[in-house]
Structures are given as C-alpha cells and as structure tokens.
C-alpha cells in the first residue's frame, strides 16, 4: 500500500508559475513509477507526466512539452511537477499516482492522492 498527499495547489495569473509535491509512504517509493494527472470539470482524467522509479526517464503529454517538468527525490519520497508558462486550459485538479507499470492510462496506477486544485485566471 502507498498513501499519496498532494499540496501546492493555488490560484495563478496566466504566464506565472506554480509548483505541485507529493508526498508518498508505504512500500519503497523508488519501485514505482510516479505519475501526474488531472481532471478539468467535465473532462475525463488525462495524463501530464511520469517518471521513472530511478527518475532518469520522464515523458510528459504534448500539451505540457516544455512548460512542466517532473522529478523525484527518493531520499524523502517525494514527486514534484513544476508548472510553468501556466494558462487557463491547465486549470484542473491534479492528482499525484503510484504505478509498478510504465504507463499513461489511470488504469494502470495502482494508488492515487486525493488531488489539488490549480486555477489559471487569465
């Protein structure tokens, strides 16, 4: 079992930044993948970045390339995903999941936080 907690979650004028941890306990955080989603109202939960167990593998979906950056750091099991560049279309609650799979679909993580709003005015 993995207990996820997300923070960092805010309010952000469009052109700024924001930056979103996930603290994670249970079985060793390094065997899995980590992984970030989120879920604007009305819209299916979609995939934002991953990385791997070792964090020398990341990949990130298109519409993030280059704005958000993932990492880790097993020696205090946390994810971090750094937002940059932030614009109204990534308003949604992001959520913080656990994966023994390298995947994109919710499907194939086993353990999720319980998500953390970001707003972007514009």
């Known amino acids: 079992q993995v207990q996820l907690v997300e923070s960092g979650g805010a309010l952000v004028q469009a052109g700024g930044s924001l930056r979103l941890s996930c603290a994670a306990s249970?079985?060793?955080?390094?065997?899995?993948?980590m992984g970030w989603f989120r879920q604007a109202p009305g819209k299916e939960r979609e995939f934002v970045a991953r990385?791997?167990?070792?964090?020398?593998?990341?990949s990130y979906a298109d519409s993030v390339k280059g704005r958000f950056t993932i990492s880790r750091d097993n020696a205090k099991n946390t994810v971090t995903l750094q937002m940059n560049r932030l614009n109204p279309e990534d308003t949604a609650v992001y959520y913080c999941?656990?994966?023994?799979?390298?995947?994109?679909?919710?499907?194939?993580?086993?353990?999720w936080g319980q998500g953390t709003q970001v707003t972007v005015s514009s």
């Open positions: 990385i791997i167990g070792n964090g020398q593998v990341v």
């Open positions: 999941a656990a994966s023994t799979a390298w995947g994109t679909q919710s499907s194939e993580f086993a353990y």
């Open positions: 249970g079985r060793t955080f390094s065997n899995y993948v």
